[in-house]
């Protein structure tokens, strides 16, 4: 079982590290990838492609930067984004130096940091090889518990989460009556309002770190979805819809605990007049005890 | 000869043109969409590790799609072929939910096409491969892009 570890987040020079990418280290990394590239075993394929010598894979050095990320700002971060720039081609066999810095940690409401940082490889010479950058998030450290008051801050309970405009679609409407054996017709079925919902269009998510909490999920799903109607909803209607979660709470259950959280959406159209409004609670179910046990 | 460093690292500021096609390569070509697995990464971190020791980090598109241009050609997308150097630009992964045992779709597309000329008169064009991946439902888990750099001949 992996530990985690937790590093500062203050703004610094990560320690630099040197490797030295041999022949051997890059024939793994081809058959891993299934790159058998001969320029980067092949002195003669080198020369003829241009190089003066078998160069290391631009991936291989991006990858030894991302695992060095782990080591740079501890195992509770995860890398969002990592952008590497393949500036200079390397030798095979000269050591190579990676380093960076984090450049900016910025705390969200949720609880998480945003980390950014900068990244380099150097070459014996001390040349720029590759320059990159990344975008990672810190966790806040797990509690006992269901992180309850960090889930608020994260959908913004009681206040506006998102506004989203869709068309009603000829085509998308005929192929939800076709899915659920209704006739298609210029009124949309009844529940065609969960097709407008941006959270099941995942135009909005704000809680996807609940899939990564340290406890074992054992389901979920919806638990009810509620909808009042003050017109049809029309093919050819431009309709906005705006989501606010209004609840998250958790209950013990026989799957253990469940969380739920509450949203309602309301849909207006192109008028801004109100065409309905809906309220959904989705449920997660964790072994919160099952963690417990494994400290 | 040139070493291609030169002409990747050129510091002239020359604006980039977007081409909608060049060769045969078209902006908006898309691959056939295939299964992806998570299998392969044993294999990636086994053959990191032997370089770097043991550095255990979370699951990520960079472990599924470790070289996104090798990735996006063995897709079926095609690769500009006249041109007097062809080198590897570049990636950029971007993680959109955590990776699970189940399967991927993967969907590669050239995303960009773009040229400039160095300041030693040489042709430089920019061939951006991107691939999408979602889960069995359909959420985007990840991209992966993958930047292939082509050089001209001194003209």
């Known amino acids: ?295 | 000869m040139m070493p291609a460093e030169t002409q990747v690292t050129d510091p002239a500021e020359a604006e980039w043109v977007e081409l909608a096609h060049l060769e045969d390569v078209r902006v908006g070509e898309v691959a056939p969409p295939h299964r992806v697995t998570t299998i392969g990464a044993d294999r990636l971190q086994a053959a990191i590790r032997s370089a770097l020791g043991d550095i255990e980090i979370p699951l990520g598109i960079a472990d599924i799609c470790p070289d996104p241009l090798v990735f996006a050609l063995a897709a079926g997308l095609p690769r500009l072929t006249n041109f007097a150097q062809s080198i590897d630009g570049g990636s950029t992964w971007c993680d959109r939910a955590p990776i699970g045992e189940e399967p991927f779709y993967a969907v590669s597309e050239v995303a960009q096409i773009a040229q400039r000329t160095t300041s030693d008169g040489r042709r430089l064009v920019r061939v951006n491969y991107q691939t999408r991946f979602t889960n069995t439902s359909g959420a985007l888990v990840g991209t992966a892009t993958g930047s292939s750099i082509h050089i001209g001949s001194i003209e």
Not at chain 1, 24 to 36: G, K
Not at chain 1, 65 to 70: A, D, K, V
Not at chain 1, 144 to 152: F, I, M, N, S, Y
Not at chain 1, 250 to 258: A, D, F, I, P
């Open chain 1, 1 to 295: 079982m992996t530990t985690a570890v937790s590093v500062s987040h203050t703004p610094r020079d990560f320690e630099e590290f040197t490797v030295e990418p041999s022949t051997e280290h890059l024939l793994r990394w081809a058959a891993a990838t299934e790159d058998f590239s001969p320029i980067h075993f092949d002195a003669q394929v080198a020369k003829a492609r241009g190089f003066d010598h078998p160069v290391v894979h631009g991936p291989w050095k991006a990858a030894v930067l991302r695992r060095l990320l782990g080591t740079w700002l501890g195992s509770n971060v995860t890398v969002h984004t990592l952008t590497a720039r393949y500036l200079r081609p390397d030798p095979v066999g000269r050591q190579l130096r990676f380093g960076g810095s984090l450049v900016s940690a910025t705390p969200l409401p949720d609880g998480a940091t945003e980390l950014r940082c900068a990244l380099w490889v150097r070459d014996e010479s001390g040349r720029v090889s590759v320059d990159g950058d990344c975008i990672a998030m810190s966790a806040p450290e797990a509690g006992e518990g269901l992180p309850l008051d960090r889930l608020r801050a994260a959908v913004k309970l009681g206040e506006d989460a998102g506004s989203f405009t869709y068309r009603v679609d000829v085509n998308d409407v005929a192929a939800f009556a076709k899915a659920i054996g209704a006739s298609p017709g210029a009124d949309a079925p009844a529940t065609f309002f969960a097709a407008l919902d941006p959270v099941e269009r995942r135009d909005l998510d704000l809680d996807g770190f609940l899939h990564q909490l340290p406890f074992p999920m054992t389901g979920g799903g919806n638990a009810f979805n509620e909808v009042v109607y003050e017109r049809p909803i029309r093919v050819g209607d431009v309709i906005t819809v705006t989501t606010r979660y209004t609840e998250v709470y958790e209950k013990k259950g026989s799957r253990g605990t469940l969380l739920f959280r509450v949203r309602v959406n309301e849909m207006r159209d192109s008028t801004g007049t109100l065409v309905a409004t809906s309220r959904c609670g989705h449920v997660l179910s964790y072994r919160v005890d099952a963690a417990e046990g494994q400290k």
